[in-house]
């Protein structure tokens, strides 16, 4: 396998990522500039993790897309069971918008009562979010294992132009409160790039998954393996995002919470934004990892990305980059932009690391030791709600323990997937091995 074949996969599944990353920072610098800034971009950071958490078990149907649609059979039943995902988390989403579990949700994440008010119209507005992005990462899912990654970052440009055109219409043509302008748009772009993705999968529904199309070799999948096979995926997803509110509920129990809620969504955006690169990595592993050499290959390119991501972050916070990003593109107040600078110190290792874990997921994936993903997700969010907790305990400083606890976190999830990893590939140190040897890929 050649270098150039890895970096032309990735790079269209990298751009759609980065697209997406860029909704969060165009919607809340549509919020800084409206009124009552602060407590509504609180408000909204607690929309966009309880969002984020109910959609959780669907967010890994890119991978089991990816890896299991190989012919019409397989695609009628990733669809039915997508379907069925899309009810349910649509369920979850609407009692806890529209019934008093909404109350309880609030005191258990300690909001603030200014700003718990203004979360409930945000999550109605959210309803169905979950439902329009489990639709689409199924069929982009598809769309990256028959080799069309390209089409999954056009669907993200539709997508950036619908939740940004929305911010800015409103942000400066009505007068709703922020939050409401903010959940609007993120559910207008949602909404388009599913479109697109029902649009842009359907060459393959008349040609490769057409009814006369040829069924893929082996045994026919049932849904009840599909089930067990995207379970432990869909479990460490949820862990994953639940990630969000713990953050959130920690902020909301330490000094200045209003200050560190409000900081806290453009730090998040910041993170994803840096570690866009990262996200495209299982994908890539998964669809490419079909021969001995390829492990080499991927290894590689996953260890010159890690150099990479952490050089740029270090060029991002010690130059001024990152107060004109804050104070100048975010428009932050004083206050609220100082402590995100400051915070952002203790995130320079952050991406880089993302970039090694991706990498052992997507390996395990590939040889369906999807347990193995969750055990480790088990690993990283027992560790972050252990730091958080000591957090609020001593009374340290709010930002600062959300870093540690997510760098604990992360270091702890690597060292498992690591070792679990080097059961089933019989290489030297992963990350940073110079061994040419051809190792046997699982799956």
Known sequence: MRRQTVFLFWLPLFLSWLLMTAEGPIVSATINRLPNEVIMLAAMGIVVSLSVMIESPIINMLATSTALVKDRATFLLMRRFTIHWMVLLTAVTILISFTPLFDLV????????????????????????SAAIAWRRFLQGVLIGFGQPGKMAWGTAVRLAASGGVAVVLGLFSAWPGVVIGAAALMAGVAAEAVFATVAVRPLLQNQLGPTSTLAAGVPLSYRQLFWFHLPLAATSLMILMVQP????????????????????????????ARAAAFALPEVVIALSHEADSFIMLRRFARNLTLVLTLVMVLFVFTPLSAFYLFVVQDMT????????????????????????????????????????????????????????????????????????????LISEIVYLSWRTQRIIPTGLFAFSRTRAKPTLPG
């Open 246 to 273: 713990l953050v959130t509920s920690s902020l909301a129990k330490l000094e200045n919470p209003v200050a560190s809620l409000a900081a806290w969504p453009v730090l998040f955006q910041v993170l994803l934004m």
């Open 106 to 129: 609030m005191d258990w994440m300690g909001a603030p009562p200014e700003v718990a008010v203004w979360v409930r119209p945000g999550m109605q507005l959210m309803t169905f979010w």
């Open 334 to 409: 004083a206050e609220v932009g100082a402590l995100a600078q400051y915070t952002l110190v203790f995130y320079l290792f952050f991406p880089g690391l993302t970039v090694v874990s991706m990498w052992l997921r997507g390996m395990l994936i590939h040889g369906r030791h999807t347990a193995d993903v969750n055990v480790a997700m088990a690993v990283n969010l027992v560790v972050t709600a252990v730091t958080l907790a000591l957090g609020v305990r001593l009374r340290l400083p709010g930002l600062p323990s959300a870093a540690a606890a997510l760098n604990l976190a």
